[in-house]
């Protein structure tokens, strides 16, 4: 169990992270299609 630990908040950080890069993404593709609209 104790080896799993690290693991364990490995994980939930790269899901934070790639949650993040998510949105950040989502804003530029945004952005870029409501700037071609105009």
């Given at each position: 169990m104790l080896l799993f630990l690290p693991f364990l908040s490995y994980l939930i950080i790269l899901k934070d992270f790639d949650?993040?890069?998510?949105?950040?993404?989502?804003?530029?593709?945004?952005?870029?299609?409501?700037?071609?609209l105009q």
């Open positions: 949650f993040t890069f998510a949105k950040i993404w989502i804003n530029l593709v945004q952005n870029r299609s409501y700037g071609q």
